[in-house]
């Protein structure tokens, strides 16, 4: 008993010692002309890889940074953790033997190494088969993280679904999709390969970072375990039938091994009671779900597109200002829905009242229960006359999915007083009696004195100054006609408003994804970056917001006749956002690069 007490505290120390062990995975023998991948791995994330030189073999490529999601399910319970490899890929040009030195990295703070290792280039033609795998001519540790093709995994034990909360939704209403897998054997990891074309939907990922939702069910008299690994809110963009199409991905699962005799030390973790299991690889892919969306009845007056359940608020930070001071005015729209595609409602504010595009403040919550939270609408005032004057009444009108019906909110009017500004800023200010004061008496004394004054028919001609004032004052006049005028037409022109404000909102969205670049706050970044990107878009080719997804982009860009080379640029840039986006674990390098190409892509539209 206390024999196998040691051996087995010899066996967990010995895990411990390789989960923050540098391993190197790497074939033994190559045939010469032939190109092959060296990886070097690491049980958790790592930074500063300094790699071997590969002297006498030509580095193609490398080293590619890539972080994956590990999840393991074992006896029930499941953990998550991620790896990151390190992958150069190399040709063989000449025959030999080549000695390949070490590499390290950082591990929490540690330096972590591996030793170097020998690679043999034969001539084409002399290899055998089995010979070419990786892990030819390494150790045993080294090859034993290959996952096995030799295992055969039954359907019913390991599959993987796609479920969806509704599938007859209204056009714009949220529901939430659900990818699942199903399995009754050990997990030790899986990789998302493919992310679905949601074509005709916008879609928001809604899993929650760090965890895995498992529970067990039963499916046909079977029972299983559960692991949910994503979770999105969709929202249709067109009624119809639409399809969701499958998601694909790979994932390891540990099934039980044949022992093997080498005569090794080895030999003693191939026993059943250390080493029962092998990795083998298995490709999972969902089904396809098929949504028929119904179309909205016929919409009211002040409808925008709100679809969902929701409540509105609007406010002002003061009701009585000078002439000439800001007003700030609020109007905020909470709940759950289509938040992100609400634009902002249609106000009448007073005419003699200067009026600024409005700023949009988000505070979305994603859960797994899908989007909520509020999208405030931020108007800055400024009054140019004293005056009482009111905001008027704001009609909020939204379509409740769960009724099927439209919801009008109102919201009352407020009143605003505006006082006497400083006689020094004001412009446009009309007169007012009490703003007259009279004079002590009707008429003042009238001067006898005739100084200064020059007989009629003396002057010849006016000086100078006389001349220049006049053209002066005629020229402002004509000045002030125009800027007026072109003024006027700019209010109207709502197109050309929001192409001039279409590079000022997208810097200072990219602003504020700058300070979420080096935070760690992914999610942030990312929503930042999207925002950024869309609203550009919109504003620049005066495409509503709602139109805009993943799929119906090249559309609206073809229909306002962008270039091809500067469609294909944007379309470029959106699916590496995109991909960035739900790719687990993304490198700050990575992140950095993201940002230069969006800038990149909104300095050139």
């Given at each position: 008993?206390?024999?196998?007490?040691?051996?087995?505290?010899?066996?967990?120390?010995?895990?411990?010692?390789?989960?923050?062990?540098?391993?190197?995975?790497?074939?033994?023998?190559?045939?010469?002309?032939?190109?092959?991948?060296?990886?070097?791995?690491?049980?958790?994330?790592?930074?500063?890889?300094?790699?071997?030189?590969?002297?006498?073999?030509?580095?193609?490529?490398?080293?590619?940074?890539?972080?994956?999601?590990?999840?393991?399910?074992?006896?029930?319970?499941?953990?998550?953790?991620?790896?990151?490899?390190?992958?150069?890929?190399?040709?063989?040009?000449?025959?030999?033997?080549?000695?390949?030195?070490?590499?390290?990295?950082?591990?929490?703070?540690?330096?972590?190494?591996?030793?170097?290792?020998?690679?043999?280039?034969?001539?084409?033609?002399?290899?055998?088969?089995?010979?070419?795998?990786?892990?030819?001519?390494?150790?045993?540790?080294?090859?034993?993280?290959?996952?096995?093709?030799?295992?055969?995994?039954?359907?019913?034990?390991?599959?993987?679904?796609?479920?969806?909360?509704?599938?007859?939704?209204?056009?714009?209403?949220?529901?939430?999709?659900?990818?699942?897998?199903?399995?009754?054997?050990?997990?030790?990891?899986?990789?998302?390969?493919?992310?679905?074309?949601?074509?005709?939907?916008?879609?928001?990922?809604?899993?929650?970072?760090?965890?895995?939702?498992?529970?067990?069910?039963?499916?046909?008299?079977?029972?299983?375990?559960?692991?949910?690994?994503?979770r999105g809110a969709l929202f249709a963009q067109e009624s119809g039938k639409l399809t969701i199409e499958p998601l694909d991905l790979d994932v390891l699962a540990l099934v039980q091994r044949q022992r093997q005799r080498t005569g090794s030390i080895w030999d003693l973790f191939d026993d059943p009671f250390f080493n029962p299991t092998q990795a083998v690889e298995k490709h999972l892919r969902t089904n396809s779900i098929n949504v028929r969306v119904k179309p909205l009845p016929q919409a009211p007056e002040h409808f925008n597109g709100a679809v969902g359940s929701f409540s509105v608020k609007g406010e002002t930070d003061t009701r009585q200002v000078r002439a000439n001071?800001?007003?700030?005015?609020?109007?905020?729209?909470?709940?759950?829905?289509?938040?992100?595609?609400?634009?902002?409602?249609?106000?009448?504010?007073?005419?003699?009242?200067?009026?600024?595009?409005?700023?949009?403040?988000?505070?979305?919550?994603?859960?797994?229960?899908?989007?909520?939270?509020?999208?405030?609408?931020?108007?800055?005032?400024?009054?140019?006359?004293?005056?009482?004057?009111?905001?008027?009444?704001?009609?909020?009108?939204?379509?409740?999915?769960?009724?099927?019906?439209?919801?009008?909110?109102?919201?009352?009017?407020?009143?605003?007083?505006?006082?006497?500004?400083?006689?020094?800023?004001?412009?446009?200010?009309?007169?007012?009696?009490?703003?007259?004061?009279?004079?002590?008496?009707?008429?003042?004394?009238?001067?006898?004195?005739?100084?200064?004054?020059?007989?009629?028919?003396?002057?010849?001609?006016?000086?100078?100054?006389?001349?220049?004032?006049?053209?002066?004052?005629?020229?402002?006049?004509?000045?002030?006609?125009?800027?007026?005028?072109?003024?006027?037409?700019?209010?109207?022109?709502?197109?050309?408003?929001?192409?001039?404000?279409?590079?000022?909102?997208?810097?200072?969205?990219?602003?504020?994804?700058?300070?979420?670049?080096?935070?760690?706050?992914?999610?942030?970044?990312?929503?930042?970056?999207?925002?950024?990107?869309?609203?550009?878009?919109?504003?620049?080719?005066?495409?509503?917001?709602?139109?805009?997804?993943?799929?119906?982009?090249?559309?609206?860009?073809?229909?306002?006749?962008?270039?091809?080379?500067?469609?294909?640029?944007?379309?470029?840039?959106?699916?590496?956002?995109?991909?960035?986006?739900?790719?687990?674990?993304?490198?700050?390098?990575?992140?950095?690069?993201?940002?230069?190409?969006?800038?990149?892509?909104?300095?050139?539209?």
């Amino acid at each position: 008993m206390k024999k196998a007490l040691i051996s087995l505290l010899f066996f967990t120390l010995s895990l411990a010692a390789v989960a923050q062990e540098l391993t190197v995975r790497a074939p033994g023998r190559v045939e010469q002309g032939r190109r092959f991948e060296v990886r070097f791995e690491v049980n958790s994330r790592a930074d500063d890889f300094r790699g071997p030189s590969f002297k006498g073999l030509s580095v193609l490529s490398g080293p590619n940074v890539s972080h994956q999601t590990n999840m393991s399910i074992m006896n029930g319970q499941m953990s998550r953790s991620v790896s990151t490899g390190f992958t150069y890929i190399i040709q063989a040009d000449v025959e030999g033997t080549f000695n390949i030195g070490g590499a390290s990295c950082n591990v929490d703070g540690k330096r972590v190494s591996c030793q170097g290792f020998t690679i043999t280039v034969e001539k084409a033609g002399t290899q055998a088969p089995q010979q070419q795998a990786y892990g030819g001519g390494q150790s045993r540790r080294q090859s034993s993280t290959q996952p096995s093709q030799s295992g055969n995994i039954d359907s019913k034990s390991l599959f993987a679904r796609a479920s969806i909360s509704k599938n007859n939704p209204y056009q714009g209403e949220q529901v939430i999709l659900t990818y699942k897998i199903y399995t009754q054997i050990s997990l030790s990891q899986y990789q998302i390969d493919k992310l679905p074309g949601n074509k005709g939907f916008w879609s928001e990922d809604i899993t929650r970072d760090g965890t895995v939702h498992q529970y067990e069910e039963t499916v046909d008299g079977r029972r299983y375990m559960v692991a949910e690994i994503r979770r999105g809110a969709l929202f249709a963009q067109e009624s119809g039938k639409l399809t969701i199409e499958p998601l694909d991905l790979d994932v390891l699962a540990l099934v039980q091994r044949q022992r093997q005799r080498t005569g090794s030390i080895w030999d003693l973790f191939d026993d059943p009671f250390f080493n029962p299991t092998q990795a083998v690889e298995k490709h999972l892919r969902t089904n396809s779900i098929n949504v028929r969306v119904k179309p909205l009845p016929q919409a009211p007056e002040h409808f925008n597109g709100a679809v969902g359940s929701f409540s509105v608020k609007g406010e002002t930070d003061t009701r009585q200002v000078r002439a000439n001071e800001a007003i700030t005015y609020r109007l905020t729209v909470s709940g759950s829905g289509n938040l992100m595609l609400i634009d902002a409602p249609q106000i009448d504010f007073p005419k003699v009242f200067e009026v600024y595009d409005p700023q949009i403040n988000d505070n979305i919550n994603r859960s797994t229960n899908g989007i909520s939270g509020s999208r405030t609408f931020e108007w800055i005032l400024i009054p140019r006359n004293q005056g009482d004057y009111e905001i008027p009444e704001v009609s909020f009108v939204f379509f409740d999915p769960n009724t099927g019906r439209y919801v009008t909110k109102r919201l009352p009017a407020i009143p605003l007083h505006i006082d006497k500004g400083d006689p020094k800023s004001m412009k446009n200010v009309t007169s007012n009696k009490s703003d007259v004061k009279l004079l002590n008496s009707d008429i003042n004394y009238i001067q006898n004195s005739t100084s200064g004054l020059i007989p009629l028919g003396q002057r010849d001609s006016f000086p100078w100054w006389f001349w220049f004032l006049l053209v002066l004052i005629l020229a402002a006049t004509a000045a002030g006609i125009l800027f007026g005028r072109r003024r006027q037409a700019q209010q109207q022109d709502i197109a050309g408003m929001r192409l001039r404000r279409a590079t000022k909102m997208a810097r200072k969205r990219l602003k504020t994804a700058a300070a979420y670049l080096h935070s760690g706050d992914d999610n942030r970044f990312y929503e930042e970056i999207y925002k950024a990107i869309w609203g550009c878009l919109a504003d620049k080719y005066n495409i509503q917001l709602s139109r805009l997804s993943s799929d119906t982009v090249r559309d609206c860009l073809a229909e306002k006749q962008v270039p091809e080379e500067q469609q294909q640029r944007i379309l470029q840039t959106l699916q590496k956002v995109d991909f960035a986006r739900f790719a687990p674990g993304d490198a700050a390098s990575r992140k950095q690069e993201i940002f230069d190409e969006a800038l990149q892509m909104i300095v050139m539209i």
